[in-house]
């Protein structure tokens, strides 16, 4: 099930606005940063790596087919001081994961908010209302 | 009855002080600076200490905007350079950066990206910094010898420093390999890169350190790497933790989001 804007997010860039700006070495370019989606989902593996932790998981669609998803944040240090950690997430727990997809429609993205079955909400990282024109130039409007 | 009313008072307000006390000693983490009101005498010649840019030295978009303009062989090598950030930034399955192989950051780029903590500790003849990221070191020699000549390339150059005045510590750095980057921007530099750090500790808690860029092979002048990154004295039981990037969990990171992501 996908849900676009929804309510979470402004919780998320709440959250955001307060932590100490931590961005990736990449950027942005193969991924949307003004579009978001949020998507209803089952972990099938959380991945507590470096340079990059990876949350996998699937997400049935409207016709009952499922899809693989794979939603990145950053390396665990990071993540840990944003109270991620390696058993955040287990095989089989239900998620609600907000992120920015890649461009080219394929099932990845960069993690804005993970809420848990118990309603926690994660924080990922930097995404709308944080980055400025001059900081996201693959992605300003089109003259 | 007055009597152990008043007991029962200086009961509650001894248990109230005594459990405050030791709350705050229980929470409270270690202070680097004075108690308020007093202010730390700054030490010298001492840069000794876990240091933390606290967010201010990871620069993710390198220095491509306020760097000087190349010479014809360092525009070559700039456009040869695929960085993920910056000016010229590609999606991250099509850049040539050498940390997304996982390669060692080098000098300066150790600096100049993901500066977070950093300790230093001096000895008679050396100062040494340990950094977080990538969880590397640097010797910097103060004893007084001279730059080599024609050092061998090295990922991290080789240093010597000298105190200027009380508080100043001026480090001049060469013999850096041209495979590695200055920057997140994909700003190149020659093995004729020259780079002066200067850490001035401008009080007790606060560390201010400058990086100088000095390459006539690929800029036409010298330039400041930004403005000085103030890096503040953490309490002493702060902790390095581990931030590396691992090779093969690097190649798994791509299998499954960036080459996806980039339509591969």
Request: hydrophobic share 40%; charged share 20%.
């Amino acid at each position: 099930m996908v849900t676009k804007r929804f309510p979470s997010v402004a919780l998320a860039v709440g959250l955001l606005m307060f932590s100490v700006p931590l961005w990736a070495h990449h950027g942005f370019a193969a991924f949307y940063t003004t579009e978001r989606v949020t998507l209803k989902g089952t972990v099938t593996e959380w991945k507590w790596a470096s340079p990059h932790c990876l949350l996998l998981f699937d997400v049935k669609d409207d016709k009952g087919t499922i899809v693989h998803w794979a939603t990145e944040v950053e390396n665990p240090n990071t993540m840990a001081n944003r109270g991620w950690a390696r058993n955040s997430f287990k095989f089989g727990d239900e998620v609600t994961v907000t992120l920015e997809p890649a461009k080219n429609g394929a099932p990845v993205g960069r993690t804005l908010n993970v809420v848990l079955a118990d309603g926690q909400v994660l924080v990922g990282q930097s995404g709308p209302g944080t980055l400025s024109p001059t900081e996201n130039p693959s992605d300003a409007p089109k003259q | 009855m007055p009597s152990r009313l008043m007991a029962s008072i200086i009961t509650l307000v001894a248990v109230l002080t005594f459990s405050s006390v030791a709350f705050a000693q229980a929470t409270r983490p270690q202070q680097s600076s004075a108690p308020t009101g007093q202010t730390l005498a700054v030490p010298r010649h001492d840069l000794s200490g876990m240091w933390d840019a606290m967010g201010a030295g990871v620069h993710p978009l390198g220095f491509s905007h306020l760097r000087p303009a190349f010479t014809p062989l360092g525009e070559k090598m700039f456009r040869a350079n695929k960085p993920g950030r910056g000016i010229t930034e590609v999606p991250v399955a099509l850049t040539n950066d050498p940390l997304d192989s996982c390669d060692p950051a080098g000098f300066p780029r150790s600096n100049l990206f993901e500066l977070r903590a950093v300790q230093i500790l001096q000895t008679s003849n050396q100062v040494l910094l340990l950094y977080e990221y990538q969880r590397v070191w640097r010797v910097i020699w103060t004893d007084g010898r001279e730059l080599p000549k024609d050092p061998d390339p090295t990922l991290y150059g080789y240093s010597v420093g000298k105190w200027v005045d009380d508080t100043t510590f001026v480090v001049q750095t060469v013999g850096m390999d041209e495979r590695t980057w200055l920057d997140n921007s994909g700003d190149p530099h020659s093995g004729d890169l020259r780079v002066e750090e200067r850490f001035q500790r401008v009080d007790h808690d606060t560390l201010k350190l400058t990086v100088t860029i000095d390459d006539p092979t690929v800029y036409t002048k010298p330039w400041a790497a930004g403005d000085p990154v103030a890096l503040k004295l953490q309490p002493p039981n702060r902790e390095i933790k581990e931030m590396f990037c691992v090779p093969t969990e690097m190649e798994e990171y791509k299998r499954l989001m960036a080459n996806p992501a980039a339509g591969r």
